[in-house]
T-cell receptor, first 115, second 111 residues
C-alpha cells in the first residue's frame, strides 16, 4: 500500500521563476493538504483540497495556487518565486468523514531552493 | 489565533534516560492533538493522536498526555535509544480542521 508520494524530491529555481510540485495521496484518501516548512520551523498550512476545490487556505499570497485532479492527486504552483520561498514543501493526505479529516499522512516533501 | 509552543527547543541526553517533551497551546478549543517525528530532510511520521475527549495515548515506549483546560500536552519517551534522535513536533487541530504546528524539539540521544 503506497503512502503519500511527492515529486520531485529536490528542485532548484531562480528568483522570478515558476514551479509546480506534485503529490499523490495515500490509497483511499480523498483530501490533500499542503504545508511549507522553513528551516528550523514547524510546517505552516498553505491550503487544502477536497472534491477538486480549495476547501480552506492559510496565510499565503495568491502566488501560491493549487489544483486537485479527479484521481485525488494534487499540484502546488508557486509563481514569481522569492528567496523566502526556499523551504521543504510537504503534502499530507487524509479521508474526509462527516466533514472532518481523519489523521493526515505526510509525504517526504519536496526541497525547494531559490537562488 | 492559536499558537503552539514546544519546550525545550533542543535536548541532548545519554542513552537509557526517560524524557519529557512539552507542548503548550493558547486556545483550548481543540479537536485533537498529534505528535510527529521528523528525521533530517524527511517528512513527518505520526507517533500518537489524542482526541479531545481522551487524556492520554500510549504506543510502545511512547506516552502522550493531554490537558485541554491548561493547554498542555507532554510526550514521554521511556528508555531512550540513539534511534530516537529526531525532531519531535506537536500539532493541534481546531475547528478550522487544519494542523497548527509548534516549532519542534530537536532530540539527540548519544550512546
Amino acid at each position: 500500500d503506497a503512502g503519500v508520494t511527492q515529486s520531485p524530491t529536490h528542485l532548484i529555481k531562480t528568483r522570478g521563476q515558476q514551479v509546480t510540485l506534485r503529490c499523490s495521496p495515500k490509497s483511499g484518501h480523498d483530501t490533500v493538504s499542503w504545508y511549507q516548512q522553513a528551516l528550523g520551523q514547524g510546517p505552516q498550512f498553505i491550503f487544502q483540497y477536497y472534491e477538486e476545490e480549495e476547501r480552506q487556505r492559510g496565510n499565503f499570497p495568491d502566488r501560491f495556487s493549487g489544483h486537485q485532479f479527479p484521481n485525488y492527486s494534487s499540484e502546488l504552483n508557486v509563481n514569481a518565486l522569492l528567496l523566502g520561498d526556499s523551504a521543504l514543501y510537504l503534502c499530507a493526505s487524509s479521508l474526509m468523514i462527516r466533514g472532518w479529516n481523519q489523521p493526515q499522512h505526510f509525504g517526504d516533501g519536496t526541497r525547494l531552493s531559490i537562488l | 489565533k492559536q499558537e503552539v509552543t514546544q519546550i525545550p527547543a533542543a535536548l541532548s541526553v545519554p542513552e537509557g534516560e526517560n524524557l519529557v517533551l512539552n507542548c503548550s497551546f493558547t486556545d483550548s478549543a481543540i479537536y485533537n492533538l498529534q505528535w510527529f517525528r521528523q528525521d533530517p530532510g524527511k517528512g513527518l511520521t505520526s507517533l500518537l493522536l489524542i482526541q479531545s475527549s481522551q487524556r492520554e495515548q500510549t504506543s510502545g515506549r511512547l506516552n502522550a498526555s493531554l490537558d485541554k483546560s491548561s493547554g498542555r500536552s507532554t510526550l514521554y519517551i521511556a528508555a531512550s535509544q540513539p534511534g530516537d534522535s529526531a525532531t519531535y513536533l506537536c500539532a493541534v487541530i481546531d475547528n478550522t480542521d487544519k494542523l497548527i504546528f509548534g516549532t519542534g524539539t530537536r532530540l539527540q540521544v548519544f550512546p
